[in-house]
């Protein structure tokens, strides 16, 4: 073990989880009290604590619920205010602060290592520099290439007015933010048959859900710098892959003949659009018709997307693809009899599994103690609407069937509490299993093994 490292963990001085936490908190409260501003508005008049509150936190947390309307209610000010915290919040408040720090000419720390590693799950943090060169080099390109492509459709529409829209769409869409800024009466839903429109969005989505530590391992590969793909990074593209084309599948077979969904599309519109929603429900909440008119069991299947999300060290929120992967493929080897995990040639550690259903299970908590809090709080809402705004959520990603504006006051702190939580929580989550799993204090005390019934 490295002994810097070491060494900062035993530190009492440097609690990476208070950083974390707090430092997404400042943001928020920052974004928040810009936002009450009246330039931030478009009627030049105050914004109220709790509006102003709900979208600081949903932006940082690269969320996209909202209370108001994004385009129609913000100003240019308000919009950049936004777009500011949904690209701190999708590169992550250690990241963004430690690349600031160097911008001055600060070098580079242990501890500044020690929490970027932390922020992105890293075992390691040797290559943290190369990482963060990697990160902010594909973010510029990726974020300015979709800018690009989606200006070839909205600036001919809209104008000058097509460029911002282009840009903000980008950088939300890459950080799998959802948030939408064409206005009333204009949305993403009015280019669900545009196939540069969806096909742009689908590729920022996915690419900024896989993850960075699978872009760097990707183009390590392919600069012949590694012979072959971790385990880690085969495992998220086989199962984002999986995940796109079944969840297509399954959508398309839900909304197929829904008239007030994909009824009046060509079938390869439906085609595109259940590949849209496929990759947008788990990750970014942008959405090319109205989610309010799904069918229940497309309502359900959603919610077990946006569960699931992105890839660790990604953008995206959720449990997380490998997480899922894991407890699934793990399940069904003890099924089978199987004594030692092995997948693509490895085998699946306890510690790993351990930490899988840590994870797991507090997404799990959330969404369930989030709907249980909604349902008791709101009357007259289906289980299938309230389960589907809360795992959207708890799982940062946006997409609503339109009962959030008109929720209690109660209900949007609860909504508040779970996206703060969803986005953080898992960062805790992560560090106490990375903690006791480096600790070289555990204890020498063997205690023996309780005889249980599992199952």
């Known amino acids: 073990m490295d002994k810097v490292k070491r060494k900062l963990l035993k530190s009492r001085k440097v609690n990476m989880t208070g950083v974390m936490s707090l430092g997404f908190l ?22 109220d604590f709790l509006t102003s509150l709900f979208t600081s936190v949903s932006a940082t947390c690269v969320t996209g619920l909202i209370t108001v309307d994004t385009g129609a209610y913000w100003s240019a000010f308000g919009q950049a205010v936004i777009l500011i915290m949904i690209q701190i919040g999708g590169l992550g408040f250690m990241t963004v602060a430690v690349l600031g720090g160097l911008l001055i000419g600060r070098s580079l720390t242990p501890r500044d290592r020690m929490m970027v590693a932390m922020s992105y799950n890293l075992n390691s943090y040797e290559s943290v520099f190369e990482l963060l060169r990697k990160i902010i080099i594909g973010t510029a390109i990726f974020e300015s290439l979709g800018a690009l492509v989606l200006m070839t459709r909205l600036v001919p529409q809209l104008g000058v007015k097509g460029i911002w829209i282009s840009c903000f769409t980008s950088v939300s869409a890459f950080c799998n933010a959802g948030f939408d800024i064409f206005g009333t ?17 689908i590729f920022l989505t996915v690419i900024g859900g896989i993850g960075f530590l699978v872009w760097s391992d990707v183009l390590n590969f392919f600069q012949r710098k590694k012979k072959r793909l971790s385990v880690y990074s085969k495992l998220v593209l086989i199962i984002t892959a999986i995940l796109l084309v079944g969840g297509a599948v399954i959508i398309a077979i839900f909304e197929w003949n829904n008239a007030e969904t994909f009824g009046d599309f060509t079938w390869n519109e439906k085609l595109r ?18 989610g309010a008119n799904f069918r229940e069991g497309t309502l359900l299947f959603s919610s077990v997307l946006m569960f699931i999300g992105g890839a660790s060290g990604s953008t995206a929120g959720g449990a997380k693809v490998v997480t899922v992967g894991v407890l699934i493929y793990t399940v069904w080897c003890v099924a089978r009899g199987k004594k030692e995990i092995v997948i693509l040639n490895r085998r699946i550690s306890k510690d790993s599994f351990t930490r899988a259903v840590a994870v797991f299970t507090v997404q799990l908590v959330l969404v369930i103690t989030g709907t249980m809090l909604l349902l008791a709080a709101e009357k007259g809402l289906s289980i299938g609407a309230v389960l589907y705004e809360v795992a959207s959520a708890v799982n940062t990603v946006g997409v609503s069937v339109g009962i959030t504006a008109g929720l209690s006051v109660f209900s949007k702190l609860v909504l508040i509490v779970l996206m703060y939580f969803g986005r953080v929580g898992i960062f805790t989550v992560a560090y106490a299993m990375m903690m006791r799993h480096t600790s070289s204090t555990s204890s020498s005390i063997s205690y023996p093994e309780a005889n249980l019934l599992i199952g």
């Open 273 to 290: 659009a259940a590949l849209f929603h496929s990759a947008c429900l788990r990750t970014s909440g942008f959405a090319s018709v109205n």
């Open 26 to 47: 400042a943001v928020i409260l920052a974004g928040m009290l810009l936002l009450m501003l009246p330039i931030s508005s478009q009627s030049r008049q105050a914004t």
């Open 185 to 201: 009466g204009n949305s993403v839903c009015d280019y669900a048959k545009d196939p540069v429109v969806s096909y742009t969005l």
